[in-house]
């Protein structure tokens, strides 16, 4: 693996960059085990830590790889070890995303992906940190990007993030269910190159209310928001709300390009359910395309790597590619 401050140009049609997340989690190891199985398909640029990553590869017993390397040198070998929650590690992933937002400012990557890292380590540092997507908003323009969790079967964009539950209802808001639906429908034309894309929203009660026996949001609050998008947005179809597991079950069958998730778990448990290996987070709203894999740091194995699987990595980055070229041809 050779060390370079900047990534060299080349033909390759997607320069895409790689940071490793938290050094001591499994980004890592995923990062080395992704790039050896795509051997070459994407043109990656990893940005990290030289001695980190030599680390992993001593780990995995793999030899050094053919790709470029932005060494940020910023973890002191004698206090390192994988699979530790510290303030030096998370301050060293927001220097590995700062680095990437650099290159992307300057045209030398096409688009992010991003390992995993730790809030609690970031914390630890002294830096306020809610997540990924909220700070590559703020670092972008201080806008408030979207979240679209993808797998092989299915498309969810969350209205609610990383809140808690009983926060849901005074969270969700029209403003809420508009930003996250355009953005939905922007994304599936630019970056999926679909002219009309079908969503459906999932009911926030069980039943979807059954018309307002069983709460009262749907009518109150979501119907009317989807009535007022129908008259905005008239190259997409928006179905009214649906009981969530009709809902998801007729888009896993082909009826909707995507699910309009209300609160985070609507999402996420029925895609690690249908096929946790392709999950992919893709932000919405940034100007660059970003994935990532849809799991965390992983500490408890971190220091096994055999253990660590990067096929929702490898997703990430065949994403990132796909959609950068769509996006190009948009």
């Known amino acids: 693996m050779r060390s370079k401050r900047n990534p060299t140009s080349s033909s390759a049609a997607i320069r895409v960059g790689l940071t490793i997340g938290d050094p001591a989690g499994i980004g890592p190891v995923i990062a080395l085990k992704a790039l050896r199985q795509l051997k070459g398909k994407a043109r990656v640029t990893l940005i990290g830590s030289g001695f980190v990553l030599a680390k992993a590869g001593r780990l995995l017993k793999i ?16 206090r390192f070890s994988f ?3 510290n ?10 995303l700062d680095t990437a937002l650099e290159l992307l400012k300057n045209d030398q990557l096409d688009c992010l992906v991003t390992c995993p890292v730790s809030k609690e380590a970031v914390n630890l540092a002294g830096i306020k940190f809610s997540g990924h997507t909220e700070y590559l908003g703020e670092r972008t323009g201080g806008s408030v990007p979207a979240m679209m969790l993808i797998n092989k079967k299915l ?3 969350l209205a609610t993030r990383h809140i808690p539950l009983k926060d849901v209802c005074s969270r969700l808001t029209a403003g809420a269910l508009r930003d996250n639906i355009l953005a939905a429908v922007k994304g599936l034309n630019s970056l999926f190159l679909i002219a009309k894309p079908r969503l459906v929203v999932c009911g926030l009660n069980p039943h979807a209310s059954d018309n307002g026996l069983i709460g009262t949001e749907e009518k109150k609050l979501i119907i009317p928001a989807i009535k007022k998008l ?3 947005i008239r190259g ?12 998801i079950s007729q888009a896993a069958k082909g009826k909707f390009d995507c699910v309009v998730a209300l609160y985070h778990d609507q999402a996420l448990i029925p895609l690690k359910l249908t096929d946790f290996d392709s999950g992919v987070n893709l932000t919405l709203g940034l100007p660059f395309v970003r994935t990532s894999p849809l799991h965390g740091t992983a500490f408890d194995i971190a220091h096994k790597p055999a253990l660590a699987n990067p096929n929702s990595l490898i997703a990430a980055i065949n994403l990132a590619v796909k959609c950068a070229l769509n996006q190009k041809k948009d």
């Open 155 to 157: 498309k969810f964009i």
């Open 236 to 247: 997409a179809l928006i179905e009214d709300p649906l009981p969530a597991d009709t809902a």
């Open 63 to 78: 030899r050094p790889l053919a790709a470029d390397l932005v060494d940020l040198d910023n973890i002191k070998p004698g």
């Open 230 to 232: 129908r008259k905005e």
């Open 83 to 85: 699979g530790r929650i």
């Open 87 to 96: 303030a030096e590690c998370g301050k060293a992933s927001l220097e590995y």
